[in-house]
């Protein structure tokens, strides 16, 4: 691919950062990634990424970009000690209080995501013309005109500036180029928000191998009357397991006692039991989520030359669904795209390609939200029509592998939302059924 320019720079080495630098790479000569952390070792927890304490799914859209960008990536998980499983068959899962049926539909890498995240910061370090500037808080741009020209930075001695071909926010969801872009005289982009109010406690945990007997996973999800929901996945490391608890509204609590109480009512008898005799191997680990939020860069008539932006800046998503990390990687993927037709019109033709992204997805999230009664807006006539329809596809996914096979494909971003709709998915949730299968678990 053509050098389009001497110097990129991406601001923030989260997810998002380090797949831009991986897909600024090909195009621009040298690629700098600034972050505010210091990291000691690059699968550490840190204080910038504190989502990265809790369960982080890597949906199987996300693994397939990933693999593209790092071939290999997954043997390499593996072999470092995450663990692997085919979904569905060694993962037990439950939705609207029905037993996913089982059945094969690929392999699943579990790990947890300073592991992840650390594999793929090799990664990008590895490859020539990247270079990752920690302990380096970004304090603002450098502006000629009504072009970017670079990062204003501070590394604690003092402030200065990384001149650039290109810059790309990627810092997360706290990203200032709402207001940078104020400055600069540009109107912000018009935001989609949704308040979901969804509240996390996380802990490590020792447990058997077999503390989900053959299953390596298990997620339930919230069901009539219970708006509260668990993930307890094997990560890296010997008898390691992550266990996070989820609540819309009433958040789970991270004293000890009230953490195990609020478990008992969302866990099945037989892995609390398990539970209550693992060994806590961290504290109990809180995350308040308060809004899922889509800025419509898209719809920006104007936009400053030399800038971009990327990951949960554009989109953050009621994290439940797992999709931040996988969306990220998919946007990385438009930019590299976008980048093989030149700099021409770039910002333009960039978020229009994210928005093709990000579009179906947040549609996707905001559909399951509305069916938490917790969750407070209007649902409009669109949204009860299709819930309607989703409950069906929910009962069939209980009853009939292929049906469970296919949500699943949807719901990890392989297949588009649209393939719920083909006749063999349609005669799968419309046809009548009786069965005890049915009843929804209490
Ligand atoms: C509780 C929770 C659970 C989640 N679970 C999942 C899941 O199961 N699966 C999934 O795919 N996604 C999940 N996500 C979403 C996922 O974490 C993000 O979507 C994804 O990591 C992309 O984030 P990002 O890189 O855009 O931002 P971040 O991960 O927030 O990274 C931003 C980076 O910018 C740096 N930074 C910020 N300010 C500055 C500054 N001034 N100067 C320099 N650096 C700066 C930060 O230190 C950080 O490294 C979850 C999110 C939450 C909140």
Known sequence: MPALGGHAVVMGAGMAGLLTARALAESYENVTVVERDRPTAPEQERRGVPQGKHAHLLLARGKQVLEQMFPGITDELVANGAASFPVLERFRSQLVGREVRRGHVGEFVSMTRPFLEGHIRRRVEARGGVTLLDGHDVVGLAVRGDRV?????????????????????????????????????????????????????????????????????????????????????????????????????????????????????????????????SEPLSEIRRFRFPTSRRRRYEKLRSFPGGLLVAGDAICSFNPIYGQGMSVAALQAAALRRTLMDGEHDLARRYFRAVARVVAPVWRLAVQADLAIPEIQAPRPLSFRITDAYIRRVQRAVSLDEAAASRFFRVTSLVEPPGSLLRPSMAWRALRPRRSAAEAVRP
């Open 149 to 277: 020209t670079g990062v204003r930075v501070n590394d604690g001695a003092g402030e200065r500036v990384l001149d650039a071909d290109l810059v790309v926010d990627a810092m997360g969801r706290g990203a200032r180029s709402p207001a940078w872009l104020a400055q600069l005289g540009h109107p912000a982009p018009p935001t989609d928000e949704l308040h979901v109010d969804i509240g996390y406690a996380s802990r490590l945990v020792r447990a058997p191998e077999d503390a989900l007997g053959a299953d390596k996973g298990m997620l339930i999800g919230p069901k009539p009357g219970l708006s509260r929901a668990m993930a307890m996945f094997k990560v890296e490391g010997d008898s390691r397991w992550l266990l996070t608890l989820v609540g819309y509204a009433g958040h789970p609590p991270t004293d000890e006692e009230g953490f195990m109480e609020f478990a008992r009512t969302v866990v099945p008898d037989e892995t609390f039991a398990v539970l209550k005799e």
